[in-house]
């Protein structure tokens, strides 16, 4: 499964989710995501139906009719817990509540800093694969929640 692509689109992350899909195909999957719009796409209900045995007819049209009039009404879809494949959104504004965020930043400050550099794809992915396989043999930890958070001013 590649970790890197050259581009983040809608079907990118679609064959992604169906490639994590295809290792156990009868389980129940549930994916925990940001509200970025590839996440909320046509692509995707597509592929959850499908997989799903959704009758695509009920589906209707992009901006215009049914599951795919909207973002809103294609996330009420992809968010159906009676479906094999559900997606949980994060509420917005609060990547910092998804623990693999604060792992983005550790990689981010070790390997992806701005005197980073990268001859190619390739090497950015072979160093990517090193950074992980150090990080899971001698970093790994469980992440300690310890924000106590502050009241919001309305």
């Avoid at 996440?39 to 992009?62: P, W």
């Avoid at 701005?114 to 150090?134: N, P, Q």
Wanted: glycine share 4%; aromatic share 10%.
């Amino acid at each position: 499964m590649p970790l890197i692509h050259p581009t983040r689109t809608e079907e990118d992350f679609a064959n992604h989710i169906a490639q994590v899909i295809s290792v156990n195909p009868g389980d129940k999957h549930i994916f925990v995501t940001d509200n970025l719009n590839t996440h909320m796409s046509e692509s995707l209900v597509r592929l959850v139906a499908k997989n799903c045995h959704i009758d695509e007819s009920i589906l209707g049209i992009k901006g215009k009719r049914g599951i795919l009039k909207s973002m809103k009404s294609r996330a009420k879809f992809l968010m159906d817990d009676t479906h094999q494949i559900v997606f949980v959104y994060t509420p917005k504004h609060c990547s910092w509540l998804n623990q693999i965020e604060c792992w983005f930043s550790i990689l981010t400050r070790r390997l992806l800093n701005k005197r980073a550099s990268f001859k190619s794809i390739e090497e950015l992915e072979m160093k990517l694969k090193i950074f992980i396989d150090f990080y899971n043999q001698f970093l790994k930890k469980p992440f300690q929640w310890n924000y106590k958070g502050k009241l919001l001013k309305v």
